[in-house]
T-cell receptor, first 110, second 113 residues
């Protein structure tokens, strides 16, 4: 049974560019959440998708947007990248209460 | 004030020692509680859920005190492989589905030979 997968593993972008990160949830999971983890900090909630709709959103600007597809996979899009967007982006999938994380995408903005 | 607060450590303990981590949360509406473990440059992995009655999984014991809004994790007989960052996590979700998880900043543990 494949766990949560994310792509790409690493990414280097320039300020002002746009990026799309992808996530496939664990089999049987219908909810996908995205988190940003800066170095030395715990993950911060960005938003959560369920039934192809954004259900909850954390304190992140509109530059961060997402999508969920009918097969439950999800994308995170970040526009107008800032240096401060450099972080590990984690996707977590869940069916009920427990969330399981993918390996993350490490984004570096230069 | 952060919603979930942990002592960042680091905790450096010898093999075989018992170590305890504490965590407090500020939102009394919080519904469920977890400890996650995160190895360096890896994703967080669920270690255990935390229940009001307390729960144990091998060498690990978790406790929840809702009145004090306090969560703890006890690791007995520490192993080298226990070295990691331990994240205290609170879910403000209501019944039926997972909501957003709020993470503490983590407590770093190093078990020394």
């Amino acid at each position: 049974d494949a766990g949560v997968t994310q792509s790409p593993t690493h990414l280097i972008k320039t300020r002002g560019q746009q990026v799309t990160l992808r996530c496939s949830p664990k089999s049987g999971h219908d909810t996908v959440s995205w988190y940003q983890q800066a170095l030395g900090q715990g993950p911060q909630f960005i938003f959560q998708y369920y039934e192809e709709e954004e259900r909850q959103r954390g304190n992140f600007p509109d530059r961060f947007s997402g999508h969920q597809f009918p097969n439950y996979s999800s994308e995170l899009n970040v526009n107008a990248l800032l240096l401060g967007d450099s972080a590990l982006y984690l996707c977590a999938s869940s069916f009920l209460y427990e969330q399981y994380f993918g390996p993350g995408t490490r984004l570096t903005v230069t | 004030r952060k919603e979930v607060e942990q002592d960042p450590g680091p905790f450096n303990v010898p093999e075989g020692a018992t170590v305890a981590f504490n965590c407090t949360y500020s939102n009394s509406a919080s519904q469920s509680f977890f400890w996650y473990r995160q190895d360096c440059r890896k994703e967080p992995k669920l270690l255990m859920s935390v229940y009001s009655s307390g729960n144990e999984d091998g060498r690990f014991t978790a406790q929840l005190n809702r009145a004090s809004q306090y969560i703890s994790l006890l690791i007995r007989d520490s192993k080298l492989s226990d070295s990691a960052t331990y994240l205290c996590v609170v879910n403000r979700g209501t019944s039926g589905s997972a909501r957003q998880l709020t993470f503490g900043s983590g407590t770093q543990l190093t078990v020394l030979p």
